[in-house]
């Protein structure tokens, strides 16, 4: 592939796209080549030289106004007394959208409104917006935006139909927004960020978003006569001290306990330990990626039988069933040493292991693998983590009768679903005990750990690699 004849032709592109302000279409485009040029060796001599152009372009296009003033305001349909916004009554009942002029930042990361009128039918969003948002939607039904919605507790992503996600909102409460910035290897914003929303000054959940050149706007949308909110954008949140206190406890790294409890970094079997129903499951809020691809448990206590597994499950695995047991989960068990690849029927894999042992679980992706085009997030949305999703059972194995109990063979003529090929790979004490090939499902693989009888104690390490 001839790199630099792209650039060129992306350089026209992105020109003609800011002659007619489609900005969110070139920020699309322009993430896309971006991701492509960041693979080692992707650039040659004369393709560095247009890459620096494209560079200076794109600084161009971050300076110029869309269709204001730089650091102004964006609104449409929408009255502002103040720090008062309230909906526009128009002809045609189109939504009402304000857009504030900066974008959230690491000083900057999190603002909140207060509902001082519900209207006629309570249609007010929060959320995120990238630059040049179409002024027509609500924060979250369009490309790279998010929100929660305040008439129906809803959570938008990127599309028009919302997931349960918060409560409704009545007068008087406070829906609020922000992001909690990270920074990469190279000091810059990564790709996706974790946007986190509060109802009345409490966390209501976290949704992994997609983080667009110039960064995401607050927005505030409205579409019904009567609305009213007061806007504050220097609210205060101190995410990072209760960061620390979550990283110190554990609990921001785990999105379900079922049977399980939490003491620091070991997870403690909880269940009743009498039948194969008793099952305690401890799933990871973040799924494995090509840069933070495997993790690791220590057996503390083996407990009466050792029934422990570590392994990769989709979001949606049912919660009271041993990680391996069911589709879309593979798993290495302790007590026999055997991998369940989605059925309750294990093969003979590696070593018995006790206490002391170290288990190892990772996946190596392929080179070109992007971890939201090729596990499909639509349209089960992994990326959102709150106590709603985590409550309830959720499990899509209702069409397990599709497939045979061995090694996922179709029978009534169904094939399994597709996904992007991966492998699976488990250790014993750092040593590579056996690979597996499997189709990632939608969403992603989650660390998972699984228990089974009294006492049994591990100890999780997200982050073995890493020192």
Same mark, same amino acid.
């Given at each position: 592939?001839?790199?630099?004849?792209?650039?060129?032709?992306?350089?026209?592109?992105?020109?003609?796209?800011?002659?007619?302000? &489609?900005?969110?279409?070139?920020?699309?485009?322009?993430?896309?080549?971006?991701?492509?040029?960041?693979?080692?060796?992707?650039?040659?001599?004369?393709d560095?030289?247009?890459? #620096?152009?494209?560079?200076?372009?794109?600084?161009?296009?971050?300076?110029?106004?869309v269709?204001?003033?730089v650091? #102004?305001?964006?609104? /449409?349909?929408?009255?502002?007394?103040?720090?008062?916004?309230?909906? #526009?009554?128009?002809?045609?009942?189109?939504?009402?959208?304000?857009v504030?002029?900066?974008?959230?930042?690491?000083?900057?990361?999190?603002f909140?409104?207060?509902?001082?009128d519900?209207?006629?039918?309570?249609?007010?969003?929060?959320?995120?917006?990238?630059?040049?948002?179409?002024?027509d939607?609500?924060?979250?039904?369009?490309?790279?935006?998010?929100?929660?919605?305040?008439?129906?507790?809803?959570?938008?992503?990127?599309?028009?139909?919302?997931?349960?996600?918060?409560?409704?909102?009545?007068?008087?409460?406070?829906?609020?927004?922000?992001?909690?910035?990270?920074?990469?290897?190279? +000091?810059?914003?990564?790709?996706?960020?974790?946007?986190?929303?509060?109802?009345?000054?409490?966390?209501?959940?976290?949704?992994?978003?997609?983080?667009?050149?110039?960064?995401?706007?607050?927005?505030?949308?409205? &579409?019904?006569?009567?609305?009213?909110v007061?806007?504050?954008?220097?609210?205060?949140?101190?995410?990072?001290?209760?960061?620390?206190m979550?990283?110190?406890? +554990?609990e921001?790294?785990?999105?379900?306990?079922?049977d399980?409890?939490?003491?620091?970094?070991?997870?403690?079997?909880?269940?009743?330990?009498?039948?194969?129903?008793?099952?305690?499951?401890?799933?990871?809020?973040?799924?494995?990626?090509?840069?933070?691809?495997?993790?690791?448990? /220590?057996?503390v206590?083996?407990?009466?039988?050792?029934?422990?597994?570590? +392994?990769?499950?989709?979001?949606?695995?049912?919660?009271?069933?041993?990680?391996?047991?069911?589709?879309?989960?593979?798993?290495?068990?302790?007590?026999?040493?055997?991998?369940?690849?989605?059925?309750?029927?294990?093969?003979?894999?590696?070593?018995?292991?006790?206490?002391?042992?170290?288990?190892?679980?990772?996946?190596?992706?392929p080179?070109?693998?992007?971890?939201?085009?090729?596990?499909?997030?639509s349209p089960d949305?992994?990326?959102v983590?709150?106590?709603?999703?985590?409550d309830?059972?959720?499990?899509?194995?209702?069409?397990?009768?599709?497939?045979?109990e061995?090694?996922?063979?179709?029978?009534?003529?169904?094939a399994?679903?597709?996904?992007?090929?991966?492998?699976?790979?488990?250790?014993?004490?750092?040593?590579?005990?056996?690979?597996?090939?499997?189709?990632?499902?939608?969403?992603?693989?989650?660390?998972?750990?699984?228990?089974?009888?009294?006492?049994?104690k591990?100890?999780?390490?997200?982050?073995?690699?890493?020192?």
């Amino acid at each position: 592939m001839n790199f630099g004849n792209d650039v060129g032709s992306l350089q026209v592109i992105l020109t003609v796209m800011l002659q007619k302000k &489609h900005i969110a279409a070139m920020e699309l485009r322009y993430q896309n080549i971006m991701n492509f040029i960041r693979r080692p060796g992707a650039l040659g001599n004369q393709d560095f030289r247009n890459f #620096q152009d494209l560079r200076r372009l794109r600084e161009l296009i971050n300076r110029q106004e869309v269709g204001q003033q730089v650091n #102004q305001p964006r609104n /449409e349909r929408i009255n502002i007394d103040s720090d008062i916004l309230s909906y #526009q009554v128009n002809e045609h009942n189109k939504v009402g959208l304000y857009v504030t002029a900066d974008p959230l930042t690491s000083d900057n990361y999190y603002f909140e409104i207060e509902i001082l009128d519900l209207g006629q039918i309570g249609a007010i969003g929060v959320g995120l917006v990238p630059r040049g948002y179409h002024l027509d939607a609500q924060p979250g039904w369009r490309a790279m935006s998010v929100g929660y919605h305040a008439d129906d507790g809803k959570l938008f992503k990127s599309e028009g139909f919302g997931k349960p996600f918060g409560p409704v909102s009545q007068v008087g409460d406070k829906l609020g927004c922000g992001i909690k910035f990270t920074k990469d290897d190279d +000091g810059e914003t990564p790709q996706q960020v974790k946007v986190f929303f509060t109802h009345n000054r409490k966390e209501v959940g976290i949704v992994m978003v997609q983080y667009p050149p110039g960064g995401l706007f607050p927005a505030v949308g409205m &579409h019904s006569e009567g609305e009213e909110v007061k806007l504050n954008l220097d609210a205060e949140w101190h995410y990072n001290e209760l960061v620390l206190m979550a990283v110190d406890s +554990g609990e921001d790294e785990w999105s379900r306990l079922h049977d399980v409890k939490l003491n620091g970094s070991l997870l403690e079997y909880n269940g009743r330990g009498k039948s194969i129903h008793d099952v305690g499951l401890a799933q990871a809020r973040f799924p494995l990626d090509t840069t933070n691809h495997y993790f690791e448990i /220590e057996i503390v206590d083996p407990g009466e039988n050792c029934y422990i597994a570590i +392994g990769v499950a989709k979001k949606t695995y049912p919660k009271n069933r041993h990680p391996g047991w069911n589709k879309g989960s593979i798993a290495y068990h302790a007590d026999d040493g055997k991998i369940f690849n989605g059925s309750g029927i294990g093969d003979h894999f590696g070593p018995r292991c006790n206490k002391g042992d170290i288990m190892g679980c990772g996946i190596l992706f392929p080179p070109d693998y992007d971890s939201e085009a090729d596990s499909d997030l639509s349209p089960d949305d992994p990326d959102v983590y709150n106590d709603v999703l985590a409550d309830e059972n959720y499990s899509d194995d209702d069409d397990d009768d599709l497939y045979d109990e061995v090694e996922g063979r179709p029978v009534n003529g169904q094939a399994p679903e597709d996904g992007t090929l991966v492998c699976v790979f488990f250790t014993c004490n750092g040593k590579i005990i056996g690979k597996k090939p499997v189709c990632i499902p939608k969403g992603g693989f989650y660390p998972t750990v699984g228990m089974l009888s009294n006492c049994e104690k591990v100890a999780v390490d997200f982050r073995p690699l890493t020192g």
